[in-house]
């Protein structure tokens, strides 16, 4: 028989909090994350505002926060997220498991370009005329400005080496980037790590900051930031007719994923059950999901039967609900077509929201938030629903939280590119 | 018939790396020990402190694309090219009929690194907000007149993902799609995962590839900075000596390539070539000195234990070999522990002597080697291995020599140690 998968812990930091009950607090309250951007002086910018992380202090987590101090925040969230994850699971220092069989797999976004010294070395060995850089100058500038541990803390697999080196995490190490899908990815593949025996634990998740002016410029440039700065808190409206893109944020969400039999003869606390994992492509354009939803009915479908369930035993979808035109359309199409007749009864909310997109860590954050919808009864709502949108007419939990017990909920993530990761979390 | 039990087989190859283009023209620089480390030609390098590494050299990517898909490589990266044109290849090698292939069961998986902004295309922006405090940029005049001067689609020339996107497009590979970003060790962790979804019967064929380059100004100076690179400036094409006592740092590279990955009976019902089978694959973590044990040691040990193998099987080793003082030494130790006591010295070959380390596209490329020592029945020698290093207790390839066991073995790591092996076996 195939090996269970169970949620033994789960850590987050978050715009609406540092811990996983503070975040659901917080989301089951229908706060909004969004403030105006402080991480660097957006003033000119086309959009201002975004989901930050506030009064963050890695020392609080771990016990040499130096150890990160050239590290971009996608690395010191991820450490902090681990923590809580890996304390609450007693997985911390606990010298009876054998951590060799405890591995480590994130979906981590990319770290933060040294965008000052780099803008300004390219400002100044740019020739116009030729549109040329005159690349001695340039790399004579870099090799004396660039910081090489700043440098080195950008490469992508330096994340899971931290968790891995820091909290003695010996076996499997990935990390994934999947654009949007990456948090989500990486929980479905660790769970296949333990369904095969690759490991009996494993430490997963996602984290992500793109708030900096690369990376707004980057999303700004393709025109799939709400610019609603005039009305910031009210920018993310997920499936509401007058969503114009979605708002940025940040964060980090671990889970402990580890095998049901190795969780039950620790004694460890068993949050849920990770049961269904579907990935699929669009294989369609770059930019854009396909119109029809292919990929994303194919990959609830998957997850469904992966976790041998029918549509009508999921009690509660968690949508990818990014909040722009395109994405909230197709996946209520989506849905409707996995979920036929039963579409109009299942509720779905979005997270984006109150947190906005946590892009990388989006997925694990959001799974997270399933799991406690499904321990707490309560259900989070879809603040800012105020027009209703004729093609985006299912029930969206609008505004309020709604008390209701569900077995089984679902969790989109759909990455720019392509890939789509659906999970199901089932009630232990 | 099918098997019982699903079987996985490589079935394609596509290369791209500074020592060819193709697979014949690669496999004869093996055979001839013709290295392609050279001095860096695609920009002037006077300023580096390592000019020098593994460069591919008369890339055009617009000979990978159906005419009406080239304006595609308008927002693909080098990177992103190398992907595509590997993925061209490795189709074409498995000479597979793409129509007759089940969209929703034919995954992708790559291994991809940091791909730093084109700083080209960032000029006119930067210039606009330049002002004379060095080190920090008008960020006012950037959000205002700076952004629009930026191509709009610029972003997604460097996110990783867009390597295994862009194939899945080009090849309406609707299954299952990922992207491992750890580096030196990214391509062979996306072959394992592969493996595994392909095995778990969610996918029936797959291309798996890595692609990478740090042959353009900021990446060699962001590898000169955190890596310790070879200064063997003099003599480039003797500078990737894996193992060897004179070896002085790692030989920055670029360049990639794909493989077919099939269910065995998809691959036997169409009559494709088959060149091996994976039947062992492991992951760990663990550098030298803790309390854990080696995680190569680990991986290893894990894939021959799922191949149902042991050391004494294996005909060769294709190592990580980066030429790197201490990680050469950590690398020979472990493989010492693995294979020291099983009876015979089991060789082991370090592709990196002939091209450098092309990072996220090194692990395909250079299991390619063995896959096709395998068809051809030669392994081929490590270059510049001279003098061996008590340091390093391997048995390094000097000459080719015949295969003469049907498994071999493929490790790769990071230097933050991220380790993988696979074992495939001769079919």
Redesign the interface.
Known sequence: MRKRVAITGMGVVTPLGHSVGELFGAVVEGQSGVGPITLFDAGTFPTRFAAEVKDFDLGRYVDEPQRWAHAGPNSRLAAAAARQALEDAGLLDNETIDRTRCGVYMGTGEGVQDFHHLIWLVGQHYQPEQRTLDRPAFIAGALRDFNPAREFEQELHTTTAHLADYFRLWGPNYNCLTACAAGGQAIGEAAEMIRHGDAEVMLAGGSHSMIHPLGVTGFSLLNALSTNNADYQHASRPFDLRRDGFVLGEGSGVVILEELEHARRRGAPIYAELTGYGSTADAFRVTDSHPEGRGAVVCMREALNDAGLLPEDVGYINAHGTSTPLNDRVETLAIKQVFGGQAYRVPVSSSKSMLGHLIAAAGAVELIICVMALRRGVFPPTINYEVPDPECDLDYIANDAREQKARHALSNSFGFGGQNISLVVSRY | MTSARRRAVLTGIGVLTPIGLDVPTFWDAFRNGQGGVRRIQA??R????TRFGGEVLGFDSRNYLDKKERKRLN?MGRTIQFAVAGAQLALADSGVDKSRLD??RFG?EYG???I??E??E?????????NCQ????H??????AG?GC???????NH????L???V??L?????????????D??GL?ALG?AY??LI?D?ADFFLVGGADTMIS??N???Q???RRLSRRNDAPERASRPFDRLRDGIIPGEGGGAVVLEEFDHARRRGGRIYAEVVGF??????SG????H?LV?AIR?ALAEAGVGPEDIDHVNAQGYSAVDWDAWEAQGLSEVFGGCGRPVPVFAPKSYFGNLGAGSSIPELAASLLAFEHNLVPATLNYKEPDPACPVTVTRTPQPVSRPFFLKVSF?E???CAAVVCRKL
């Open positions: 920009f002037d006077s300023a580096l402190s927002v969209p929703a992708v991809a690194a940091t730093p902004s700083l080209e960032l000029g006119p922006a930067a210039r606009v907000c330049a060095p080190g920090t940029v960020l006012a005049n950037w959000g205002g952004i930026i191509p709009p689609m610029w972003m997604l996110v990783p993902n867009m295994a996107c862009h899945s497009i090849h309406n590979a609707q299954g299952p799609n990922n992207t491992i970003t750890q580096t060790v990214a962790l995962e595994r979804t778990r969610r100004p900021i060699m100076v962001r000169c900075l955190f492991g992951a760990a973590f663990g550098r803790e309390a854990a044990s995680g680990r894990a990071t933050l140690g991220q």
